[in-house]
């Protein structure tokens, strides 16, 4: 029975021969709707309210700044063994490369705002800020689930600002996404429902 609030273990990923084809889902799910793909598909939602001759040029600068360079830093990570997936899933490793992400992020943020990126991709920014940072906090003591919080603040972005047929789209993803997480062992049921909750409030609170 494995421990989802302190794992003591390396958690590796059940390959398709190994758990079924159900876990090949699984862990599809958890890597098109990781929490750095959320945000690249926030980002693009949020590049649909933008009315600015360069928002092309602006978009591309954030996911630059806030998607691939903390992607390749935990590819990185990765490659010298300082953290056991793509996905952080043991909670001990993610505090120093989570801490060093959201520092990262406050001076690229700083830049952007400066250099006068669009106001509604900086809130974006605000919102992603607040939310790493209170899923720092809560790894200290306990394992919520980040991909379920960004697919919650997905959720949230979708509802405050409704996308037609994506507030119906969304909620399942988001359910999808938690089974997944629970289905690799990586996750409880209330870890999952908390990282839903955490993501629905932070980003609700910004962008409403």
Same mark, same amino acid.
Request: aromatic residues 16%.
């Given at each position: 029975?494995? !421990? !989802?609030?302190?794992?003591?273990?390396?958690?590796?990923?059940?390959?398709?021969?190994?758990?079924?084809?159900?876990?090949?889902?699984? !862990?599809?799910?958890?890597?098109?709707?990781?929490?750095?793909? +959320?945000? *690249?598909?926030?980002? @693009?939602? %949020?590049?649909?309210?933008?009315?600015?001759?360069?928002?092309?040029?602006?978009? /591309? *600068?954030?996911?630059?700044?806030?998607?691939?360079?903390?992607?390749?830093? $935990?590819?990185?990570?990765?490659?010298?063994?300082?953290?056991?997936?793509?996905? $952080?899933?043991?909670?001990?490793?993610?505090?120093?490369?989570?801490?060093?992400?959201? @520092?990262?992020?406050? *001076?690229?943020?700083?830049?952007?705002?400066?250099?006068?990126?669009?106001?509604?991709?900086?809130?974006?920014?605000?919102? %992603?800020?607040?939310?790493?940072?209170?899923? $720092?906090?809560?790894?200290?003591?306990?394992?919520?689930?980040?991909? %379920?919080?960004?697919?919650?603040?997905?959720?949230?972005?979708?509802?405050?600002?409704?996308?037609?047929?994506?507030? *119906?789209?969304?909620?399942?993803? +988001?359910?999808?996404?938690?089974? /997944?997480? $629970?289905?690799?062992?990586?996750? /409880?049921?209330?870890?999952?429902? +908390?990282?839903?909750?955490?993501?629905?409030?932070?980003?609700?609170?910004?962008?409403?």
């Amino acid at each position: 029975m494995i !421990n !989802n609030d302190n794992i003591a273990h390396k958690v590796t990923f059940p390959r398709p021969a190994e758990g079924g084809r159900a876990a090949g889902v699984a !862990n599809l799910v958890s890597t098109v709707f990781s929490p750095a793909l +959320a945000v *690249f598909y926030a980002v @693009i939602l %949020c590049s649909y309210s933008l009315d600015h001759s360069a928002k092309f040029l602006w978009t /591309s *600068f954030f996911v630059l700044l806030f998607v691939l360079a903390p992607t390749a830093y $935990i590819f990185y990570l990765m490659g010298r063994g300082k953290v056991t997936d793509f996905h $952080i899933s043991v909670r001990e490793e993610r505090i120093r490369p989570l801490s060093i992400i959201f @520092i990262y992020s406050v *001076f690229s943020l700083f830049l952007y705002s400066f250099i006068g990126g669009p106001g509604a991709l900086v809130t974006l920014g605000y919102s %992603c800020l607040a939310l790493t940072g209170l899923w $720092i906090l809560v790894s200290l003591y306990w394992k919520i689930s980040g991909h %379920c919080a960004a697919m919650g603040a997905l959720g949230a972005m979708v509802f405050a600002h409704p996308h037609e047929v994506l507030v *119906f789209i969304v909620p399942p993803l +988001a359910l999808l996404v938690a089974w /997944s997480r $629970i289905r690799l062992g990586c996750h /409880s049921w209330s870890q999952t429902l +908390a990282g839903l909750v955490l993501g629905v409030a932070v980003f609700w609170f910004f962008l409403s």
